[in-house]
Every structure is written in structure tokens, then in C-alpha cells.
């Protein structure tokens, strides 16, 4: 009894609908989920679930990828439509950009056509009531024969309303109406016709959109027809001219918030802290308790030595998820695709590659899964080998680290040029794999523009959060067991605990490894153990470098120069690198292998060993020739 | 006596720690996807 009071109360409800009209808002208002929102077509590309309690009604949420048809022509086109033929829903939530009515209806009748019960959720109210465009709910309804409900995905009544409807609607009470089953045996004398290939999908999207638009004429009014915010910002934005620059330039204030006006103060604060009170505390601490040498060493060098040094970057990780996180709620990042395509075509792509790339600045993980959207396979491969060589949020760390050391007066500039070469060599590499291992043609670039939007800040301070949280969780688990394995490695060796970590396991492996950085100007076992370490996790490389060397506080301001100067005198690093050795081990560490999560990522995402092995072992020899070029042509022009 | 309790206390970190990476690894999740409520971000496919 108790188990049939359980099912009566339980329902499933399924949101689909277009890219970019707000499925993945609504799923996060209802759930409380941290789902990602980007205001770009193509952010979920794998179905989500979720739960929520309403009514006494228990709601399990599914959260289908956006697509503009059920064609199958992409992975996510094919997951909608494998999910709604296969399950039974109760429900089945067909989320619409009220302000694009007329192109998102194409997906609705599609739907219809196929016998899938509908609630029409017109979102984004806001949006259309900015653009002056007034939707008859009542005449839309009897057009259909299905409910239509009206939503602003952030609001919270509109929300609850909703889940009011999903609780109380008997979708038996509903049916095609009449003019729509005139359609759909329309459609069906299309189909058996006689017409095939694109002969037959073309007479048939002439016959959906003729019924759309007679629909929309009795339905909707367009009251205000001027050029909207959009349209205006696009003409200086999205301009021929201006794009690229203005592009470049907000790029930079980007840089110059997160290493120069808020996250790098923040940081150095931070770092003071952990390389002084805490490390003098707990050496303090651990003298009073009698606690063993090695113990001591363990803790302070290896874990607070090695997590501290990698947690000191929390702050710039933070503020940079919170700035792209910001640009992408914003509508901008789409603009950025459009800016791009001219480019990313030349290098064999479209700038639809660019969405999924750009999510590589905080991880080549969700960039190598986003590149599912990508329309052909040959973009995808393309973009999957092409998001490793950009600098992710565990990169930073280094780019970070190695440029308030060596070059403190330019550190800023310095990163900002990593930045740029990882960028520079995503181009490059694609390019040339393009015209070389797939070779087939570039499909056409289709992407819509979405308005401009104040993003939501609790969804971006959320988002900030979320990611912020991962790196945490990462340099709580992975880092800590790493440099555990990275003290243990450099204290002993086969006799036992050595004073001398030149004499050490890691001393034996690094030197192994170091010596393929002879021409490097990196060639000693420091680096070497580090390069190894950062295969685990990038952040990995600073924890090494901060166990080996033992570093104190670093700072990144200009102004802090000498006193930089003064604490790298107390390590071996200054003797282990000179500024062009630094920068040839900058730009290596920027393009090498990949972690290991990005690579098993890319097995999975390619579903081939062969792929991700050849990804292990092309980005190594790119870094490697690219390194080796900068540090000896570096020497030719007389660097040091 | 404080070497052993600490190095103790070290050790269940470690055994958490790795007991996360593990569970990660045999899931294909990643601490990046973020872990909020039911979802696991939208950048990753997490199979509980």
C-alpha cells in the first residue's frame, strides 16, 4: 500500500526545447542544482536529473539537451530524441524563447507530429515584452490543442506557477486540434508523395512553417518594431572593424581584474598568510609536541609547502570563473564565436568551435565534452585536440607563479602572453591537423545570436563557486595525495631517508626525465619531477616546485620586486632557471600533455585509445618543439 | 606519541583522498564539473 501511495505521488516531467531558451534556468530554480547557464546555444549537451517535492508531489526533472529539430544530425539531437521516443513521461515541458516564437515552434510541431503530449512553456517573457511582442495565450492554445503557460525563467512566482501547472495539468483533457491534425495529415501525404532526400525535408519544412506562420498571424502581435539594445550594442560589438579589438580589449581588462586590481591582492594576501603565520604556527606546534623530524618535514615542506603553494592561486582561479562566468551570462561569448569564425575557419573550424574552446579557460574537460555540439566529426576531433593547449584553471597557477618570479615587473603582461600563444598554437595545431589527418570539408556555421543579458548574479556567483569549490576539493585530495607521494619520493631512496634530495627516488626519476630538457635550459631533475607531477594534475607542477624548493612568499606586484628578488635568493630555484629557461618552461608547461582526467575524457569522448594516446604524445612533441624553438632562438637574440 | 597520532590522522586523510580520486576516476567525474545538488554541472557526465 505504502509502495502504491509512493508511485501515485511520483511523476516525471522532461523540459526540452531550443538552445538558449532557458531549460537549464528553470531546471536549476526548480531543483536548486548548479547546472551550468551560458547564454550561448549548446551548453547541455547530456541529459541532467533532477528531484523536487511540490504539492505533496514528488518531480523527477529531466533536463534534455537544447535542439532546434529532431533530425538527429548531432549527438544531442539524437539523445532528445531517443529519450522522448523511449520513456514515458508523464509530462513533457517544451521550453520556448517567447522573443523567437516563430523558429522555436519548428521544434514544437515537430514534436507534436510525433504524438508527444505538450506543455508549451513561452519563457522568457521579459525578453519578449522588451521587444514589444504580445502572445494570445488562449488563441495559441485552441491553435493547438495543447496548454500554453507564460514564464520568466528567473522568476521565482513564474517558477512556482509552473510547478502549479506540472502538479494540477490531466494532460488527457488535451489533444492535437483540429487545424494541427490538418497538418499533421499534410505532412503525412508529403511523406507519401514520392518525394525523397531533400526534396522531401524541404517540402515538409514548407509545410511546417506555413502552418507556423498562419498560427503566429492570429496569435501574436509585434508592437514595437525599432531596433532593440541588442542590435544596437551588436552594431559596436559585433562590428567588422571594432569586433576583434573590442574583443581583445575586454580580454584584457579580463587579465588585468584577476592578476592586477582584485584577485592578485587578495592572493598575495593569502600567500603571506600561509607562507608566514600558519607555516611558523604549525612548526611552532609541532616543535612543542615532539614530533618527529621527518613528520615535521612532512607536514610543513611536503603538505603545507606543496597544497599551500597551490592554494595561494584560489583567489585568481576565482575571480577568473567569476569574469567568464559573467561574459557568458551576458551574451557575449556567442558574439565571440561570430568575432572568431573568419579565423577559426582559416585554421579548418567554425567559429561555433570556439564555445566549447573558450570553456577551456577554466577546464579542457567540459571544453572537450562541450565539443559534442560541434555539427560534424571532424570539428569535434578538431576542437578536442585543440582545448588542451589553452590554459586552463590549473595552469594558471604556474603561469602565475613562474611570472611573479621572473619577470615581476611584467607579470600581468607576461601570463596575458601565455594566454595568447596557447591560443595562438590551438590555431596552429588545427590548422595543420586539418590539412593533414582530417582532411574532410568544414560543415556550415549556423549559431544564433542570443540578446544581451544582465546575467543573473546569483547564477554566476553560484557558478564561480561551483567551479571554485572543484579546485578546492582538487587541491584538498589529488594535490594532497600528490605531494604526500612527491615528499615521500624526494626524502627517501632505496637506503632510506637521505638529507640530500639530490640523492633521492624523485632526484633518479626527474634526472631521467630532465635530460630531454637539455637544450631546454631546464634540464635538471627539479623540473623534470614536475613535468611528471603535472601529468597527474597541472596544479601539481607548483605543488613539486613548492615541496622541492621549499618557496616562501611570492608576490606578483611590481612594487614587491626586491623583496621577491631577496626571497628567491633564500631557494635553488633562481640558480635552476634563468628568465628565458623560466619562460621556455612557462610555454612548455602551457602546451604539454594533458592531465589525466582530459585524457581519459578524450577516450571517452572519442570513444578510441588510438585518440587519446596520439593526444598524449602530439601535444608532448608540440610543447617540446615549441619550448626548444623559443629557448634557443630566445639565446640567438641574446636573451638570458 | 604525537608522531603517532598525527601520522594516524594523516593517514585516513590519505585514504579519503584517495578513495575520492578512485571514485572520480572509476566515474569519469571531475572535481571541475562542479557538485551541486543532484546535478553534476553541466560539463560532465556523471554516472552515480
Known amino acids: 500500500m505504502a509502495e502504491m501511495t509512493l508511485h501515485e505521488n511520483m511523476m516525471s516531467v522532461a523540459l526540452t526545447g531550443n538552445p538558449n531558451t532557458g531549460k537549464s534556468t528553470i531546471f536549476n530554480e526548480i531543483t536548486g542544482a548548479r547546472q551550468k547557464i551560458g547564454n550561448w546555444p549548446g551548453v547541455t549537451v547530456d541529459k541532467k536529473e533532477g528531484h523536487v517535492t511540490h ?24 539523445i532528445v530524441i531517443d529519450f522522448l521516443m523511449e520513456n ?84 488527457d483533457g488535451y489533444g492535437p486540434s483540429e487545424r494541427l491534425q490538418a497538418h499533421i495529415a499534410k505532412v503525412k501525404e508529403i511523406e507519401a508523395s514520392g518525394l525523397t532526400g531533400s526534396d522531401l525535408q524541404e517540402a515538409i519544412i514548407k509545410q511546417r512553417y506555413a502552418f507556423i506562420d498562419s498560427v503566429l498571424k492570429e496569435t501574436v502581435e509585434f508592437t514595437r518594431p525599432g531596433a532593440t539594445f541588442s542590435e544596437k550594442a551588436d552594431k559596436i560589438l559585433a562590428n567588422g572593424v571594432l569586433a576583434l579589438p ?52 612532512l607536514i610543513v615542506d611536503g603538505i603545507i609547502g606543496g597544497v599551500g603553494s597551490v592554494l595561494t592561486f584560489v583567489p585568481l582561479i576565482f575571480m577568473l570563473f567569476f569574469c567568464l562566468s559573467f561574459l557568458d551570462g551576458t551574451g557575449y561569448m556567442a558574439r565571440v564565436a561570430f568575432i572568431m569564425d573568419p579565423i577559426m575557419r582559416r585554421a579548418g573550424l567554425t567559429g561555433k568551435g570556439v564555445l566549447p574552446l573558450m570553456m577551456s579557460f577554466g577546464c579542457s574537460v567540459p571544453s572537450i565534452m562541450g565539443a559534442r555540439a560541434l555539427d560534424s566529426e571532424k570539428d569535434r576531433k578538431l576542437a578536442i585536440l585543440a582545448a588542451p593547449f589553452l590554459t586552463c584553471g590549473a595552469k594558471l597557477p604556474i603561469m602565475a607563479l613562474f611570472a611573479a618570479m621572473f619577470f615581476p615587473d611584467n607579470a600581468a603582461n607576461i601570463v596575458f602572453l601565455m594566454y595568447i600563444i596557447g591560443v595562438v598554437m590551438a590555431i596552429v595545431s588545427t590548422k595543420f591537423l586539418s590539412a593533414t589527418k582530417y582532411k574532410d570539408e568544414t560543415a556550415t ?40 607521494l612527491i615528499w615521500f619520493l624526494g626524502a627517501f631512496n632505496s637506503s632510506g631517508m637521505v638529507e640530500d634530495q639530490s640523492e633521492s627516488f624523485l632526484a633518479s626519476i626527474g634526472a ?31 605543488s613539486t616546485i613548492g615541496v622541492l624548493y621549499g618557496l616562501p612568499d611570492i608576490s606578483a606586484e611590481a612594487e614587491d620586486a626586491v623583496e621577491t628578488a631577496e626571497a628567491l635568493g633564500t631557494t635553488g630555484m633562481a640558480a635552476a632557471f634563468t628568465g628565458l629557461s623560466a619562460f621556455a618552461f612557462m610555454v612548455f608547461s602551457q602546451l604539454y600533455t594533458p592531465c589525466v582526467t582530459a ?33 634557443q632562438v630566445g639565446r640567438l637574440l641574446g636573451f638570458e | 606519541m604525537a608522531t603517532y597520532i598525527i601520522g594516524l590522522i594523516l593517514l585516513i586523510m590519505l585514504a579519503f583522498a584517495c578513495r575520492h580520486i578512485w571514485h572520480n576516476f572509476s566515474s569519469g567525474k571531475h572535481d571541475c564539473c562542479g557538485t551541486g545538488g543532484d546535478s553534476c554541472g553541466g560539463c560532465c557526465n556523471c554516472k552515480k
Open chain 1, 55 to 78: 504539492e505533496g508531489r514528488h518531480i523527477h526533472i529531466i533536463d534534455l539537451p537544447g535542439t532546434y529539430s529532431i533530425n538527429a544530425r548531432s549527438p544531442e539531437e539524437k
Open chain 1, 88 to 171: 514515458k513521461m508523464d509530462l513533457v515541458v517544451d521550453v520556448i524563447d517567447s522573443s523567437n516564437i516563430e523558429r522555436n515552434l519548428f521544434l514544437t510541431v515537430q514534436l507534436l507530429e510525433k504524438g508527444i503530449p505538450l506543455l508549451l512553456d513561452l519563457n522568457m517573457q521579459d525578453e519578449a515584452v522588451r521587444r514589444g511582442i504580445k502572445i494570445d495565450v488562449k488563441k495559441l492554445e485552441a491553435a493547438l490543442g495543447f496548454p500554453v503557460l507564460l514564464t520568466t525563467g528567473r522568476d521565482g512566482k513564474s517558477i512556482k506557477n509552473l510547478l502549479n501547472v506540472v502538479t494540477s495539468i490531466a494532460m
Open chain 1, 246 to 297: 573590442m574583443f581583445l580589449v575586454i580580454l584584457y581588462a579580463v587579465f588585468q581584474i584577476v592578476f592586477e586590481w582584485i584577485g592578485q591582492p587578495i592572493a598575495d594576501a593569502l600567500d603571506e598568510f600561509i607562507g608566514g603565520t600558519l607555516t611558523d604556527t604549525v612548526s611552532e606546534s609541532l616543535a612543542s609536541l615532539e614530533v618527529a623530524d621527518w613528520m615535521q618535514s
Open chain 1, 445 to 484: 556555421f549556423l549559431l544564433e545570436l542570443p540578446p544581451y543579458r544582465m546575467p543573473d548574479m546569483k547564477t554566476v556567483l553560484l557558478e564561480t563557486w561551483d567551479k571554485g569549490k572543484g579546485y578546492l576539493v582538487k587541491a584538498g585530495t589529488i594535490i594532497f595525495a600528490g605531494c604526500v
Open chain 1, 512 to 542: 631521467v626525465v630532465g635530460t630531454l630538457f637539455t637544450f631546454h635550459g631546464f634540464g635538471n631533475w627539479e623540473a623534470g619531477a614536475s613535468v611528471i607531477s603535472g601529468i597527474l594534475a597541472k596544479e601539481s607542477v607548483i
Open chain 1, 599 to 631: 585524457l581519459g575524457t578524450i577516450k571517452k569522448e572519442a570513444n578510441s585509445w588510438k585518440m587519446m594516446f596520439f593526444a598524449a604524445g602530439y601535444m608532448f612533441a608540440v610543447a617540446w618543439i615549441i619550448s626548444l624553438i623559443v629557448y
